[in-house]
């Protein structure tokens, strides 16, 4: 087998286990995940696949990794490198399980941004949305169909795609001061502009790396912080709820 190993590359280190890491590192172009290794890509269009946005960790081939080689019998994702226009990458008004607080696609039509595609088999999808808790009436994130005469997604060659799947938080996202949603600069950032609030303080301690262990073995710690991003008035809308099914 060719390609080189994520370890190699600099991408094996999933934000799931190191969650102050997260997105995580992506490629630096379109290729072929196939367990451990980053193989070369034949072709970006696999029309017996889905296509998925991906905005935060899922682009991440260490994190992709563990959730399909999890439960998917076929290990191999294919991860483009596209231009988008009409998105942006928002912060998602919740608190994970993960210990972070994780990306959401927000529209913005004056943005772009280059974002990865990832081409999944229905089983695969099926894995991704049970991780983004898309099943479950309490869960995160829906899926929503973004389409190409709203939210444009070019790949390498020119081609643009006639729409792309992406999964948008069901809590909203976080705002910034004059009321938009804001940008996700990073998780380290994000936790330490977050905790300068003394009530976040008060839940998840002084440092971002308090945060992240804190929130990690506690579940109904993360359901407070979500709520109280609701009650400080800091949750706006992602403008793209009206693609949720």
Known sequence: MAGRTLEELGLAEAPRDHPLLYPGA???????????????????????????LAVGSNACPGQLRDKIGRFADDRSVPMVRTRVSGLAVGVSAHVSRMGYVSASPVRSPGSS???????LTPWQLAVVDAS???????????????????????????????????YVNAHGVLRNAEGAPRDH????????????????????????REFTDRARVDAELCAQGTRLFRELGWVTESGLERYLT
């Open 132 to 166: 983004e808790g898309v099943p479950l009436p309490d869960g995160n994130f829906r899926r929503a169909w973004l389409p190409s005469a709203d939210v444009r997604v070019v790949l390498t060659d020119g081609r643009l795609l006639p729409g792309v799947h992406a």
């Open 113 to 119: 941004a280059e974002l990865f595609v990832l081409w």
């Open 26 to 52: 992506w490629p630096t172009g379109s290729a072929l995940l196939c367990g451990d290794r980053m193989l070369p890509l034949d072709r970006l269009v696999h029309d017996d696949r889905v296509p998925v």
């Open 185 to 208: 600069p990073g998780q380290w950032p994000l936790l330490e502009e977050l905790l300068e609030h003394a009530d976040l303080r008060e839940l998840f301690g002084d440092t971002p």
